[in-house]
Structure formats: structure tokens, C-alpha cells
């Protein structure tokens, strides 16, 4: 089975800078996570995914990195905006009978 | 817009009801995925349809049941509703009958908030 944690709740920080969120995981036979990006009132939307075959997936703005050994995923937003103010969800889609399975999230407030 | 399409967005019932969510995935999408988010918690996965066939279960209660219909909508039905399940409940489709890879990731509806009296 995998389970996913994201053990920050909430982030804060200031538009223009790095926002970090990080991501734990418990089993290195499934390499494979998504990141989800949830506004409220809003479904999730699919963000980033990176693989085991990788160590780093980059799409504008966002890049993901995985560290395997210490089974560990970060998610980089460089500059951040106002509009990236959402939770993160670190996603894994092997989770046994789980399709997918969502972690409690990360709350990002970017203030301006 | 996901053009995944969930109705009503808000239902108040109470308790020992029965309703029906309903859930339009995007055009060309066989596999539709059911998701509950209670306050405060993750998204957990109910149950999965492709194609009209169920593929797989998640912690679904047994007084929950889903169907997906010829034209590729879903419905989903909760009975002998309990003030424990009052949350939202999302609809998500995809491609694909299998885990959503690279070209394929999950289209979220903006979900079914569902509140119990």
C-alpha cells in the first residue's frame, strides 16, 4: 500500500518568492505522484506528475523534484503569484484499491 | 472549465433520505470516478466506472451505490443518509480504464455539497 503525507497544513509566502510544499511517502516500489491544485468552490485540476524514471519534471513555473532514497517530493513554484493562493494536494495513483489517493493537502496563501 | 459536469451543487436533506448525485464527464471520457471530501479531510475515493463496467472500489459504504449509464453519464445514490455524510462529493473523468498517466490525469467536476440534517 502507499500512503502520501504532506505534513505542512498551511504555507505562507510573499509574492515574487519561492513557495516550497513538500510531500513524504511510504513506498518506493510506486514511484509515480501527481500534484493536484484545488481554488474553493472547485474541483481539483491536475497540475504536475513526475516519475520514477526522473528526478525532476519542470512545466513553466512549477517543477517537481523526487528524491527516492529519502522518499520525498517537493513541489517548487517560482515567482509565486496571488493566483497560485490554493490547496496542493501530493497525489500517488497506486494506492492498492485506491485509484488515487489525495493527502489532506497544503493551504498556499501568497501574499502580495 | 473541466467540462465535467456534477448537479445539483448544493443538496440539503435530512436525515434517512435518499438522493442522487449526478455527474456528465467530459466529452470522450468512458471512466468516471466518484471522490468524497469530508470537512477537513483528503479526497477519498469511492468507486471507479469505465465504460458502464464498475472497476474498482474504494471505501464505499454499502448504503452508497453508483451506476454509469450508456451514454457515459453517472449517478450516484446515497441512502439512509447519517449526519456523518454531509461532505462534498466529486465527480472526476478520464480517457483511459487505468491509472492516470502523464496524457491522461483526472478532469474534476466542482462538486456536490451534500448536507445532512
Known amino acids: 500500500d502507499q500512503q502520501v503525507k504532506q505534513n505542512s497544513p498551511s504555507l505562507s509566502v510573499q509574492e515574487g518568492r519561492i513557495s516550497i510544499l513538500n510531500c513524504d511517502y511510504t513506498n518506493s516500489m510506486f514511484d509515480y505522484f501527481l500534484w493536484y491544485k484545488k481554488y474553493p468552490a472547485e474541483g481539483p485540476t491536475f497540475l504536475i506528475s513526475?516519475?520514477?524514471?526522473?528526478d525532476k519534471n519542470e512545466d513553466g513555473r512549477f517543477t517537481v523534484f523526487l528524491n527516492k532514497s529519502a522518499k520525498h517530493l517537493s513541489l517548487h513554484i517560482v515567482p509565486s503569484q496571488p493566483g497560485d493562493s490554493a490547496v496542493y494536494f501530493c497525489?500517488?495513483?497506486?494506492?492498492?484499491?485506491?485509484?488515487?489517493?489525495f493527502g489532506t493537502g497544503t493551504r498556499l496563501t501568497i501574499i502580495p | 472549465d473541466s467540462g465535467v459536469t456534477q448537479t445539483p451543487k448544493h443538496l440539503i436533506t435530512a436525515t434517512g433520505q435518499r438522493v442522487t448525485l449526478r455527474c456528465s464527464p467530459r466529452s470522450g471520457d468512458l471512466s468516471v470516478y466518484w471522490y468524497q471530501q469530508s470537512l477537513d479531510q483528503g479526497l477519498q475515493f469511492l468507486i471507479h466506472y469505465y465504460n458502464g463496467e464498475e472497476r474498482a472500489k474504494g471505501n464505499i459504504l454499502e448504503r452508497f451505490s453508483a451506476q454509469q449509464f450508456p451514454d457515459l453519464h453517472s449517478e450516484l445514490n446515497l441512502s439512509s443518509l447519517e449526519l456523518g455524510d454531509s461532505a462534498l462529493y466529486f465527480c472526476?473523468?478520464?480517457?483511459?480504464?487505468?491509472?492516470?498517466?502523464?496524457?491522461?490525469?483526472?478532469?474534476f467536476g466542482n462538486g456536490t455539497r451534500l448536507t445532512v440534517t
Open positions: 513526475i516519475s520514477s524514471i526522473k
Open positions: 472526476a473523468s478520464s480517457v483511459g480504464d487505468d491509472l492516470p498517466w502523464y496524457n491522461s490525469p483526472l478532469h
Open positions: 497525489v500517488s495513483p497506486w494506492a492498492g484499491n485506491e485509484k488515487l489517493t
